[in-house]
C-alpha cells in the first residue's frame, strides 16, 4: 500500500507559514470567513471545502522542525503546503512579486564551514536523514509538480521554479549573496523551507514550497523590497493553488 493510501485520502491539507501575518496574507485571498490563525501552532480551518490544518511555525528552521513535528505526531495529513516570502538571488529569473516554487532544498548552514564562511558538507559523515533509498546531509531533491498532483493542488502556469536555501541567519551583504549563489545554484533564500521538506520526506509525506518574491537577497535597503506586494501575492497564490480538483 503506497503513502497516500495509507494517509487516507480525505486527510486534511497541512498549509505552513512561518509566521502569522504570512498565513492572513494567503488566506485572504479565499471567499469564506477568516478562520482563527493561531500564533503559532496548528489549528484546523476549511478552505475552499477541504480540511485544512493551518500551522504557523515561527521563524527559522529550528521552528519550522519543531512544529511540523509536533503537527505531524498529531495529525493525519495528506500533504504540507509551504508559502511565504523569500529572496532572490536572481531578480532577471526571480523577479520582485514573482511566485517561486522549490525543486531542491539546501541547508545552507550544514556541514564544515571553511575560510569563504560557506558550509561545505560534501565531506561530512553526518546525514541528517537516510529513508527511501536516499540520504540527505545538506540538501534534498523535490518535485513541485507530483507533489501538487498527489494534493489536488493546481500550480501557475509558467510558474518559475529552482533551487531554494535555507539559512538560520539571512543573507545582509551582496558579497555573501554572490557566494551562496554559486556554491549551490540557488535561485530563493528563506529560512525553513529545508526543515519542513526533511520532515516530510521523512514520514513520507508530499511536499510542496512555493513563495513569492519580496527582496533582492542581501540587499538590506527595504525602500528597495516589494515586502507588503509579495504579502499580497499570497492570497491569489494560494486561491490559485488550491482551486484544482480536489485530493485524488
Not at 79 to 88: D, E, F, I, P, Y
Not at 216 to 237: F, I, M, S
Amino acid at each position: 500500500m503506497d503513502d497516500t493510501a495509507r494517509r487516507g485520502p480525505q486527510a486534511p491539507l497541512a498549509l505552513v507559514t512561518a509566521t502569522q501575518g504570512e498565513m492572513r496574507a494567503a488566506l485572504a485571498g479565499l471567499s469564506s470567513p477568516e478562520p482563527e490563525i493561531p500564533a503559532r501552532g496548528a489549528a484546523m480551518a476549511r478552505l475552499a471545502g477541504r480540511e485544512t490544518l493551518l500551522i504557523v511555525t515561527g521563524v527559522g528552521p529550528v521552528n519550522a522542525a519543531l512544529e511540523l513535528g509536533a503537527a505531524l505526531g498529531r495529525h493525519e495529513i495528506s500533504g504540507v503546503l509551504n508559502l511565504g516570502v523569500a529572496g532572490s538571488f536572481d531578480l532577471d529569473a526571480a523577479p520582485l512579486e514573482a511566485a517561486v516554487a522549490a525543486d531542491a532544498e539546501v541547508y545552507a548552514d550544514y556541514g564544515v564551514v571553511g575560510p569563504d564562511g560557506l558550509a561545505d558538507a560534501s565531506g561530512f559523515a553526518f546525514p541528517q536523514l537516510r529513508a527511501g533509498g536516499q540520504s540527505v546531509v545538506q540538501r534534498i531533491g523535490l518535485d513541485p509538480l507530483a507533489a501538487a498532483q498527489a494534493m489536488g493542488l493546481t500550480l501557475p502556469a509558467g510558474l518559475v521554479s529552482g533551487t531554494a536555501i535555507t539559512v538560520a541567519g539571512i543573507t545582509g551583504c551582496p558579497e555573501r549573496a554572490t557566494a551562496l549563489a554559486g556554491r549551490h545554484g540557488a535561485l530563493s533564500e528563506s529560512m525553513e523551507g529545508f526543515s519542513l521538506a526533511l520532515g516530510c520526506a521523512s514520514r513520507g509525506v508530499p511536499f510542496l514550497e512555493v513563495r513569492t518574491i519580496s527582496n533582492r537577497v542581501g540587499e538590506r535597503d527595504r525602500a528597495k523590497w516589494k515586502l507588503e506586494q509579495a504579502l499580497a501575492g499570497l492570497g491569489a497564490l494560494l486561491a490559485g493553488l488550491i482551486a484544482g480538483p480536489g485530493p485524488r
